[in-house]
T-cell receptor
Framework: AQSVTQPDIHITVSEGASLELRCNYS??????LFWYVQSPGQGLQLLLK??????LVQGIKGFEAEFKRSQSSFNLRKPSVHWSDAAEYFC????????????FGKGTHLIIQP | SAVISQKPSRDICQRGTSLTIQCQVD?????MFWYRQQPGQSLTLIATANQGSEATYESGFVIDKFPISRPNLTFSTLTVSNMSPEDSSIYLC???????????FGQGTRLTVV
């Protein structure tokens, strides 16, 4: 069975600083990979996804993620964070893309310092 | 994209009672998914609901506790039966677009069992 590990439960970053959120997955082949953001009281919003092609994918809100097969990682990055980026971030995998339910990591809570 | 409406958005229920959560999608979809997000935790897939067939439950979830209906391609319900305080969670409905692999989520139903 697939699994997702987000090793950082909380991350604090100063506004304007760069950000990297880590995600490692366990699966026999390359799964479909996703990053979602959940703001307080809000639903889940897809930031970006990867299933093939260029290993550096661009998403919304200035986020990007890089797939590294050798490390089974799909880390999320942003060059300069804004206070509005404070939220919970979830990495997720799906073996069959849209045909399967998602397996989520435990999430990383991002705190932005002024 | 798909727009998903869930009802109720929140409820406070007495232990031992049951609550039925409704999920309405603005387009026809083959597969619908139900997730649970316990307080401060990640999302866990409860079951996959296909129209015209029995729902498929993940390990740890059973039909007697979480019966699901899927009467047509735009609607599904999840019932939380014989509730206990441990069932206090956010329950989310989701659909996926097999063309883009993107999963869309409702706003969730915040359930508190007292």
């Amino acid at each position: 069975a697939q699994s997702v590990t987000q090793p950082d439960i909380h991350i604090t970053v100063s506004e304007g600083a760069s950000l990297e959120l880590r995600c490692n997955y366990s699966y026999g082949a390359t799964p479909y990979l996703f990053w979602y953001v959940q703001s307080p009281g809000q639903g889940l919003q897809l930031l970006l996804k990867y299933f093939s092609g260029d290993t550096l994918v661009q998403g919304i809100k200035g986020f990007e993620a890089e797939f590294k097969r050798s490390q089974s990682s799909f880390n999320l990055r942003k060059p300069s964070v804004h206070w509005s980026d404070a939220a919970e971030y979830f990495c997720a995998v799906a073996p069959g893309g849209g045909a399967d339910g998602l397996t989520f990591g435990k999430g990383t809570h991002l705190i932005i310092q002024p | 994209s798909a727009v998903i409406s869930q009802k109720p958005s929140r409820d406070i229920c007495q232990r031992g009672t049951s609550l039925t959560i409704q999920c309405q999608v603005d387009s026809q979809v083959t597969m619908m998914f139900w997730y649970r997000q316990q307080p401060g935790q990640s999302l866990t897939l409860i079951a996959t609901a296909n129209q015209g067939s029995e729902a498929t439950y993940e390990s740890g979830f059973v039909i007697d506790k979480f019966p699901i209906s899927r009467p047509n391609l735009t609607f599904s319900t999840l019932t939380v039966s014989n509730m206990s305080p441990e069932d206090s969670s956010i329950y989310l409905c989701s659909v996926s677009d097999p063309r883009t692999t993107e999963a869309f989520f409702g706003q969730g139903t915040r359930l508190t069992v007292v």
